[in-house]
């Protein structure tokens, strides 16, 4: 088992950015595929960005693409999503999440979970 914790959200304007880390401990975090996802009020969660074991590949969801950036230190057991140009409709709670089987866009995929950090992003 893996557990999560995530840290890094809050509250800035339009055109901002933010860091958030997830810090893993428990197992063996470059056994996991790492993702992000989110979830906005009213809304589903939905699939953010994912990192392979070793970081070698990335996928983005073309809402995010080209804006935020994610990265893993398997010697810190800690994935990052760095987000550029935030905007309104980025406003959510971010979940990291941990799968050891799949690099996967579906969150049914993925067994472990952090409990959230709130990013909220001003007009």
């Known amino acids: 088992q893996v557990q999560l914790v995530e840290s890094g959200g809050g509250l800035v304007q339009a055109g901002g950015s933010l860091r958030l880390s997830c810090a893993a401990s428990?197992?063996?975090?470059?056994?996991?595929?790492m993702g992000w996802f989110r979830q906005a009020p009213g809304k589903e969660r939905e699939f953010v960005t994912v990192?392979?074991?070793?970081?070698?590949?990335?996928d983005y969801a073309d809402s995010v693409k080209g804006r935020f950036t994610i990265s893993r230190d398997n010697a810190k057991n800690t994935v990052y999503l760095q987000m550029n140009s935030l905007k309104p409709e980025d406003t959510a709670v971010y979940y990291c999440a941990a799968n050891r089987g799949f690099y996967s866009r579906d969150y049914a995929t993925y067994g472990y979970w952090g409990q959230g950090t709130q990013v909220t992003v001003s007009s």
């Open positions: 990192i392979s074991w070793r970081g070698g590949n990335t």
């Open positions: 428990g197992s063996t975090f470059s056994s996991y595929c």
